[in-house]
């Protein structure tokens, strides 16, 4: 099953030229993703092909206009659901890709200027999400955000199946520390657990740095966690070791 994102721009380009790269192109060309782009500008009245206008009670910057934004998200609409891509929506996340990714298809809108007319969310928006507590220029990076997320999680994307299972924030955890050749470099050597060819202790180790990494780096990711006593022993291993290290270095 392939999925879908129409993407309503005023910068469509922007979108196709960034799509041509990395895990979009390729579920692209395996036809596991299909994008459509919709420009307001194209479904405007205006003559001028102007879709935005001065803000009704005064105040800065331009309003994108309710006629043209809706009538390229109903050229776009399918049965999926449309997203307002906007500051004031919910925080997009790992269980959010997944739950996106699994739909055959959706809308995303991306907004310009000081935003859009409330009557068109109100109208035509389903939900509203956010990638970050930040002001953009407009969607268009949210919306390139989204894409990517959601295309390494199409089965088929990746060339190994179990990348994307391994990826920070999959099971809620940040990712454990990779490494490659050579060996030694600097004189910082590849962790010996990763040498001795023991799979189990592999593992062990990697969701022991998992856990730590979290608990160094995203505490607040630990919280919404029930983790196992055997979790709660890997984490305590990890710590007591960081304390030993740190008490090597000396003051």
């Known amino acids: 099953m392939s999925t879908r994102i129409d993407v309503v721009t005023l910068f ?23 994008l459509g782009l919709w420009n307001p500008r194209d479904y405007t009245d205006d003559r001028n092909r102007r879709v935005d206008d001065r803000p009704y009670g005064g105040g800065p910057g331009m309003v994108m206009q309710v006629q043209p934004v809706h009538a390229a998200i109903e ?16 925080r997009f996340d790992q269980s959010a890709a997944k739950r996106f990714a699994r739909l055959p298809h ?32 407009g969607g268009e990076p949210a919306a390139l955000v989204w894409i990517d997320a959601i295309a390494r999680l199409l089965p088929g994307a990746l060339g190994d ?5 391994q990826d920070s924030f999959m099971d809620g955890l940040l990712d ?24 189990a202790d592999i593992e062990r180790w990697r969701h022991k740095q998992s856990l730590g990494r979290t608990w160094e ?9 029930q ?25």
């Not at 469509?12 to 790269?21: F, G, L, N, S, V």
């Open 217 to 225: 780096r995203r505490p607040d990711l630990l919280e919404q966690l």
């Open 161 to 165: 199946g179990d990348s994307a299972e």
């Open 106 to 137: 959706m809308v995303l809108l991306a907004g310009r200027y000081e935003g859009i007319d409330e009557r068109l969310i109100e109208q035509d928006v389903d939900e509203e999400w956010s990638i970050g507590d930040y002001v953009l220029s």
């Open 227 to 251: 983790l196992s006593d055997e979790q709660k022993a890997l984490l305590e291993e990890y710590i007591r070791e960081q304390h030993t290290t740190d008490s090597d270095k000396g003051p």
């Open 12 to 34: 469509p380009e922007m979108i196709r030229e960034a799509c041509r790269w990395g895990i979009p192109r390729i579920a692209q060309e395996k036809q596991l993703l299909e």
């Open 75 to 90: 050229a776009a609409r399918g049965d999926g659901p449309v997203i307002y891509l906007s500051p004031q929506g919910r």
């Open 176 to 199: 454990y520390p990779h490494y490659s050749r050579p060996e030694v470099i600097d004189g910082k050597a590849v962790p010996a657990v990763l040498l001795g060819g023991n799979h």
